[in-house]
């Protein structure tokens, strides 16, 4: 398998390209995001760019690939819901609809979020264009599109988020999404776990295209997709 990942420096980025590193069904893997993610492997190249709305520049670089795993995303808080649509349905339609061109026969899985609103019309802003960007994703002409919804997620494997604000809050919340963990361990999914649900959903498939948290949990612990 060829796979590409959008956001490998994100905390589930960092999980994915893990998985993806250490699966030796994956061949080759191709990390897009806005700077270098720090990791020297021989199946790993990366595409560093700062235009993640415009890809006419790409040509083939971004052809041959039999899965996209799609893990960018910003917090909608402090934003309007025309600035949110834009860092998050438009950037995320922009690279799709180029890769389903590119890569007619690929499987693309988009980190979404728990609670997403798939009727687009619920009061919560954020989940009604997260809802918009799912309804989009699945309506390309991909092999097959798959939306992960994990909900809460633990670091694992030395994962921690890149971004500042979101390392300090993890240095309080951390350690309490730990305890979830152990006490309830349907409710929480660690960063490695979300990594390997994606990995055998793009080979094998999932009845259905949207995967909740214990969907995803079950997938990555083993249990039959059929």
């Given at each position: 398998m060829?796979?590409m990942i959008?956001?490998a420096?994100g905390?589930?980025?960092?999980?994915?390209l893990?998985e993806c590193?250490?699966?030796?069904?994956?061949t080759h893997?191709l990390?897009?995001g806005?700077?270098?993610?720090?990791?020297s492997?021989?199946?790993?190249?990366?595409?560093?760019r700062?235009?993640f709305?415009d890809?006419?520049?790409?040509?083939e670089?971004?052809?041959?690939?039999?899965?996209?795993f799609?893990t960018?995303?910003?917090?909608?808080?402090g934003?309007?819901?025309?600035?949110?649509t834009?860092?998050?349905y438009d950037?995320?339609?922009?690279?799709?609809?180029?890769l389903?061109r590119l890569?007619p026969g690929?499987?693309?899985?988009?980190?979404?979020?728990a609670?997403?609103d798939a009727?687009?019309?619920?009061?919560?802003?954020w989940a009604r264009?997260?809802?918009?960007t799912?309804?989009?994703l699945?309506?390309?002409?991909?092999?097959?599109?798959?939306?992960?919804?994990p909900?809460?997620i633990?670091?694992?494997?030395?994962v921690?988020?890149?971004?500042?604000?979101?390392?300090?809050?993890?240095?309080?919340?951390g350690?309490?999404?730990?305890?979830?963990?152990?006490?309830f361990?349907?409710?929480v999914?660690?960063?490695a776990?979300?990594?390997r649900?994606?990995?055998r959903v793009?080979?094998?498939?999932?009845p259905?295209p949207?995967?909740e948290?214990?969907?995803?949990?079950?997938v990555a612990?083993?249990?039959s997709?059929?």
């Open positions: 060829r796979a959008f956001g420096t905390m589930v980025g960092q999980g994915v893990r590193l250490r699966d030796p069904q994956v893997v990390a897009v806005r700077r270098p993610t720090g990791v492997h021989p199946k790993l190249a990366e595409l560093v700062r235009d709305h890809w006419s520049d790409t040509g670089a971004l052809a041959g690939y039999d899965a996209c799609f960018l995303g910003v917090s909608a808080a934003m309007s819901e025309a600035d949110y834009r860092t998050t950037l995320t339609l922009a690279a799709a609809t180029t389903a890569n690929m499987t693309f899985i988009y980190v979404s979020g609670g997403t009727s687009e019309r619920g009061r919560m802003m264009v997260k809802g918009r799912e309804n989009a699945l309506r390309l002409p991909f092999r097959a599109a798959y939306m992960f919804r909900g809460m633990e670091a694992v494997d030395g921690r988020p890149s971004n500042a604000l979101y390392r300090r809050s993890y240095a309080v919340l350690p309490v999404i730990g305890l979830v963990r152990r006490l361990p349907s409710q999914v660690t960063t776990e979300v990594g649900a994606m990995l793009a080979r094998e498939g999932y259905r949207v995967l948290r214990a969907d995803i949990a079950a612990r083993g249990s997709v059929a």
